[in-house]
């Protein structure tokens, strides 16, 4: 495994973020970990080597670094700090992340460890509708897994169920059956607007889980799911982002 901490140049300044990809002679395909709320942590950091490990090169950026540097002691989360969360949240829009992104493929399109062609990225919570905005706007980006996806369904015009039919990959969608973050109906019209569009995708609700069920250092973990959810997305991976 080669892991590196790597300073990408953005639109609007320089956004740090850590690389993972087997150490054997590649190119890799490319797959962006987008963070949730609580941001980068060691536990991010695992799951970008686990799918290093399972033969790509992934990057997992800072979203945060417009405010600069954000480390949130997750395991003593309490109410003054879901504040600061939260707050950290609200700062980042689709636009945002969307201009991050053009720049995060423009890096990847100079390393030497990675193929030229489709990239991947998964979502968490906050981050399911950069993943799925990502691929309606960048053509590049070509199967995408929302996980417990907030924001999925809005009023305002960049909502990711509106913009569906500008997407040309695949679309994973994973949700977890108690979400108090995303209201009833939300998965439904999202599943109908993928539908409505044409494009290819799973959109399933979890039996049993709840909000973050992927963590393995939340209370809401829930080891058989998120294995489940793992399969289902590197299947996806393998079937688009790897040359036949």
């Keep these: 495994m080669i892991e590196s901490e790597v300073v990408i140049p953005t639109k609007y300044g320089s956004l740090p973020a850590f690389t993972a990809c087997p ?8 797959v962006i970990l987008f963070m949730d ?17 399972h033969g790509y090169y992934c990057l997992l950026p800072d979203l945060y670094y ?23 949240m609200s700062s980042l829009t689709n636009a945002d992340v969307f201009d991050d992104t053009a720049g995060m493929i ?24 950069f993943v799925v905005s990502a691929a309606a706007r960048l053509s590049r980006v070509a199967a995408v897994a929302s996980l417990y996806g907030v924001n999925m ?13 500008r997407i040309k ?7 977890a059956e108690v979400d108090p973050s995303v209201p009833a109906g939300v998965v439904p019209e999202f599943r109908r607007a993928l539908q409505d569009a ?47």
């Design 169 to 175: 990959g695949e679309v994973y969608a994973a949700f």
């Design 66 to 88: 417009r405010l600069g540097t954000l480390r949130f002691d997750v395991p003593r989360r309490n109410e003054a700090m879901s504040v600061l969360i939260r707050g950290a």
């Design 23 to 30: 150490s054997e002679a590649g190119p890799y395909p490319a």
């Design 198 to 244: 044409g494009v290819a995708h799973n959109v399933e609700v979890v039996p049993g889980t709840h909000h973050g069920f992927c963590f393995a250092a939340r209370n809401d973990y829930h080891p058989e799911a998120a294995e489940a959810v793992w399969h289902d997305i590197m299947d996806m991976f393998d079937r688009t982002l790897r040359e036949p």
């Design 153 to 165: 369904v809005t009023d305002k015009p960049d909502s990711p169920h509106l913009i569906a039919g």
């Design 106 to 129: 423009a890096f990847l399109d100079g390393q030497d460890q990675v193929s030229p062609g489709p990239v991947g990225a998964i979502g968490h919570c906050m981050s399911g509708p």
């Design 37 to 53: 709320a609580p941001g980068i942590r060691e536990e991010l950091r695992n799951m970008a080597r686990r799918i290093a490990k």
